[in-house]
Nanobody, 115 residues
Framework: QVQLVESGGGLVQPGGSLRLSCEAS????????MGWYRQANGKQRELVAG???????SYAVSVKGRFTISKHNAKNTVYLQMNSLKPEDTAVYYC?????????WGQGTQVTVSS
């Protein structure tokens, strides 16, 4: 069983930055593929960024060049650095971990981009 706890959300002005963190329990964190998803009001949940156990990263087209996903295996933590935020980035952001058939979700953290 893996538990994921997100933090770092909040209210930020357009053009601003936030860094989300997701701390995972368990000793095999480094073997999981980790991802950040988001869900805006009335929309489906979408993948924002992912990072494999080997460190390969991928991004949604809408955030490429603005967001950076990274992880620190010793701290069992994955990060999402979000720069140049736009109002359309407003959503609840969820951390996800999966390995083979096992998949886990965090509780979500709200990010609101507004002036």
């Amino acid at each position: 069983q893996v538990q994921l706890v997100e933090s770092g959300g909040g209210l930020v002005q357009p053009g601003g930055s936030l860094r989300l963190s997701c701390e995972a329990s368990g000793s095999i964190f480094r073997f999981y593929t980790m991802g950040w998803y988001r869900q805006a009001n009335g929309k489906q949940r979408e993948l924002v960024a992912g990072i494999t156990d080997g460190g390969s990263t991928s991004y949604a087209v809408s955030v490429k060049g603005r967001f950076t996903i990274s992880k620190h295996n010793a701290k069992n933590t994955v990060y999402l650095q979000m720069n140049s935020l736009k109002p359309e980035d407003t959503a609840v952001y969820y951390c996800n971990a999966h390995l083979a058939a096992r998949e886990y979700w965090g509780q979500g953290t709200q990010v609101t981009v507004s002036s």
